[in-house]
């Protein structure tokens, strides 16, 4: 199916581990985005990719690392799992104007 | 710091009514406005954008820009049960098609009765 999807939907883990969250789109989008959702602070940027091997750090990168070989692939790696870390983890591309959201990773930290 | 503003809610409406969504942004360099429609355990979907002062019309969503008052709002007519959600403004620096992120409000919930 075309779109953006994302894995895994759900993930608990503990302090200290690392954890890769997984990105995928079909349309071969330029632009990707991660995002992170919590109460009380909407939406914050982490990293953005303009294009493959093309990555930037957004108003909250720290603790996180991106990676992108692949137009269609765009994996966040949390390096070593903060309680902080816990909270739900969007990833979009971008095609034109609009932004395109996948269904979310929930993740606690433990 | 770049901010974007809303009014957490929730806003309650009954069915029918018009609900008025509002958003004030600080970077007077912002060109570019959205308004995204996020329901409870969803991702969020774009409803519409704005980038020209004034009105612009989708259906029963208006969205209105004031670029001298730094105000951007979205007004849907007719409101449904099904339109109660979390409506996110965001809004873009850079030209349209430009190299740039988006900064999102912290959304305001809206309530629909029947």
């Known amino acids: 199916d075309a779109g953006i999807t994302q894995s895994p939907r759900y993930k608990i883990t503990e302090t200290g581990r690392q954890v890769t969250l997984m990105c995928h789109q079909t349309?071969?989008?330029?632009?990707m985005f991660w995002y992170r959702q919590d109460l009380g602070h909407g939406l914050r940027l982490i990293y953005y990719s303009a294009a493959a091997d093309i990555t930037d750090k957004g108003e909250v990168p720290d603790g996180y690392v991106v990676s992108r070989s692949k137009t269609e692939n765009f994996p966040l790696t949390l390096e070593s799992a903060t309680r902080s870390q816990t909270s739900v983890y969007f990833c979009a591309s971008r095609a034109g104007l609009e932004q395109f959201f996948g269904p979310g990773t929930r993740l606690t930290v433990l | 710091q770049k901010e974007v503003e809303q009014n957490s809610g929730p806003l309650s409406v009954p069915e029918g009514a018009i609900a008025s969504l509002n958003c004030t942004y600080s970077?007077?360099?912002?060109?570019?406005f959205f308004w995204y429609r996020q329901y409870s355990g969803k991702s969020p979907e774009l409803i519409m954008f704005?980038?020209?002062?004034g009105d612009k019309e989708d259906g029963r969503f208006t969205a209105q820009l004031n670029k001298a008052s730094q105000y951007v709002s979205l007004l849907i007519r007719d409101s449904q049960p099904s339109d109660s959600a979390t409506y996110l403004c965001a809004v873009k620096r850079a030209p349209p098609e430009g190299y740039s992120t988006l900064t999102f409000g912290k959304g305001t919930m809206l309530l629909v009765s029947p």
């Open positions: 704005i980038y020209s002062n």
């Open positions: 349309w071969s989008h330029s632009y």
């Open positions: 970077d007077r360099g912002s060109q570019s």
